[in-house]
């Protein structure tokens, strides 16, 4: 099936610690995207791709850090320098004039 | 400053009884204009979009949006609503300055009542 898939569903972090989302997509997308969801407060863009090894910094990178190796793939790493990084994370794809397409999500969680 | 405002935080129907969520956004240029819907715990999923054309576009799950340039809005509208459709529905706004880059409004959550 083509999709968009975020793993872990579920992660857990110490302070102090960074962590790495994972984001894969077999649509043939050339962009890729990286939201964040806090309760109230819609989607913030954290980063975004346009192509292979590019990447910009969306409204809220501090903290953040990504890389774009592969067409597929868009990690995000939520570093310790992310104050406060618990919040719903959502990776999406897409193509120029079409929409968005989005995985299921990953919820972080500091512990 | 806010680009896409989404006025209502949450709206409450009766099943069967009509809706139209709202969205406003503040760009001069016509954006390319979408809505989502989340389930809770989920991704979002695209209900309907407009990119150009005619200014009244149908989507999935009998919804319905009419873009009026005059009044930069973009609302959301369905004739009966079903207890499925509680959700939380955000309304995007691509720019088209930067390829596929959307600003979300705040959401608004549809309770449903039986």
């Known amino acids: 099936d083509g999709g968009i898939t975020q793993s872990p569903k579920y992660l857990f972090r110490k302070e102090g610690q960074n962590v790495t989302l994972s984001c894969e997509q077999n649509l043939n997308h050339d962009a890729m995207y990286w939201y964040r969801q806090d309760p109230g407060q819609g989607l913030r863009l954290i980063y975004y791709s346009q192509i292979v090894n590019d990447f910009q910094k969306g409204d809220i990178a501090e903290g953040y850090s990504v890389s774009r190796e592969k067409k597929e793939s868009f990690p995000l790493t939520v570093t310790s320098a992310q104050k406060n990084p618990t919040a719903f994370y959502l990776c999406a794809s897409g193509t120029l004039n079409t929409e968005a397409f989005f995985g299921q999500g990953t919820r972080l969680t500091v512990v | 400053a806010q680009s896409v405002t989404q006025p209502d935080i949450h709206i409450t129907v009766s099943e069967g009884a009509s809706l139209e969520l709202r969205c406003n956004y503040s760009y001069g240029a016509t954006p390319y204009l979408f809505w989502y819907v989340q389930s809770p715990g989920q991704g979002l999923q695209l209900l309907l979009k407009?990119?150009?054309?005619?200014?009244l576009v149908q989507g999935i799950k009998g919804f319905e949006a009419e873009f009026k340039r005059s009044q930069s809005s973009f609302n959301l509208r369905k004739p009966s609503v079903h207890w499925s459709d509680a959700a939380e529905y955000f309304c995007?706004?691509?720019?088209?300055?930067?390829?596929?880059?959307?600003?979300f409004g705040r959401g608004t959550q549809l309770t449903v009542w039986p």
């Open positions: 995007a706004v691509d720019r088209g300055s930067t390829l596929g880059r959307l600003y």
């Open positions: 407009y990119f150009s054309g005619d200014t």
